[in-house]
Antibody, heavy 123, light 107 residues
Framework: QITLKESGPTLVKPTQTLTLTCTFS??????????VGWIRQPPGKALEWLAL???????RYSPSLNSRLTITKDTSKNQVVLTMTNMDPVDTATYYC???????????????WGQGTLVSVSS | DIQMTQSPSTLSASLGDRVTITCRAS??????LAWYQQRPGKAPKLLIY???SLESGVPSRFSGSGSGTEFTLTISSLQPDDFATYHC?????????FGPGTKVDIK
C-alpha cells in the first residue's frame, strides 16, 4: 500500500523560502521507473503541477516557477523535498505530493496523493 | 505549454442522471489524459488514465473516451459519492497541465 504525507510550515512570510517534505512508504525511489511529483492548489482554484523527480534523479519543473523551485530526493529516508524561494501571498495554496502511476518515464499521471498541506504566505 | 479547458465549469444533476464532462487540449495529446475526482477538503483521486483506462477500484459507472484534443468523462448513473469536482490532466509533454475543473452539484 502506497502512502505519502506532506510536512512543512503552515505559515511563511513574503520573500522567505518554503521547504516541504514528502515522506512516503510502499515504494522506493531507487526502483526504475518511479517518480514523485508536487502539485499545488490555491483556495478555490485549479490544480497546478510544480515539479517531478524520477528514480534516476531526472528533475522536471514548471517553466513558470523553474527559477524558484528545487526538488531533491533522499532514498534512504523515503523522502522528497521541494524548496520554493521568494514566497509571495499568491503562493498561498494546498501543496500535494503524489506518486507517478506508471513505470514508463513519459507517463506522468498520479495514482496516489498525500493529504496535502496548506501553506499561507503572509507578513 | 498545452492548455486544458473543461466544460461545463459547473453541472447540476440528480441522483441517477447520466453525466458527461468534456476536456479539450490546445494541441493533440494522443491518449495521454487522466481524470481525477476531488471531494471538498480532500486530495484528488485518480479515476481514469490513458483517456479510457479505469483505475483499479474505481466503480464501473465511470468511463472515459477520446483522443487527440477532445475527451469526455461519463458517469452513467450519478451516485451520492459522485458530487465532487472533476479535473483532467495531460501528460503528453512537460509541463504537466490540468484543466480548471468541473464541479458536479446537486440539482
Amino acid at each position: 500500500q502506497i502512502t505519502l504525507k506532506e510536512s512543512g510550515p503552515t505559515l511563511v512570510k513574503p520573500t522567505q523560502t518554503l521547504t516541504l517534505t514528502c515522506t512516503f512508504s510502499g515504494f522506493s525511489l531507487s526502483t526504475s521507473g518511479v517518480g514523485v511529483g508536487w502539485i499545488r492548489q490555491p483556495p478555490g482554484k485549479a490544480l497546478e503541477w510544480l515539479a517531478l523527480i524520477y528514480w534516476d534523479d531526472d528533475q522536471r519543473y514548471s517553466p513558470s516557477l523553474n527559477s524558484r523551485l528545487t526538488i531533491t530526493k533522499d532514498t534512504s529516508k523515503n523522502q522528497v523535498v521541494l524548496t520554493m524561494t521568494n514566497m509571495d501571498p499568491v503562493d498561498t495554496a494546498t501543496y500535494y505530493c503524489a506518486h507517478k502511476r506508471s513505470p514508463v518515464r513519459g507517463l506522468a499521471d498520479f495514482d496516489c496523493w498525500g493529504q496535502g498541506t496548506l501553506v499561507s504566505v503572509s507578513s | 505549454d498545452i492548455q486544458m479547458t473543461q466544460s461545463p465549469s459547473t453541472l447540476s444533476a440528480s441522483l441517477g442522471d447520466r453525466v458527461t464532462i468534456t476536456c479539450r487540449a490546445s494541441q493533440s495529446i494522443s491518449s495521454s489524459l487522466a481524470w481525477y475526482q476531488q471531494r471538498p477538503g480532500k486530495a484528488p483521486k485518480l479515476l481514469i488514465y490513458k483517456a479510457s483506462s479505469l483505475e483499479s477500484g474505481v466503480p464501473s459507472r465511470f468511463s472515459g473516451s477520446g483522443s487527440g484534443t477532445e475527451f469526455t468523462l461519463t458517469i452513467s448513473s450519478l451516485q451520492p459519492d459522485d458530487f465532487a469536482t472533476y479535473h483532467c490532466q495531460q501528460y503528453y509533454s512537460y509541463p504537466l497541465t490540468f484543466g480548471p475543473g468541473t464541479k458536479v452539484d446537486i440539482k
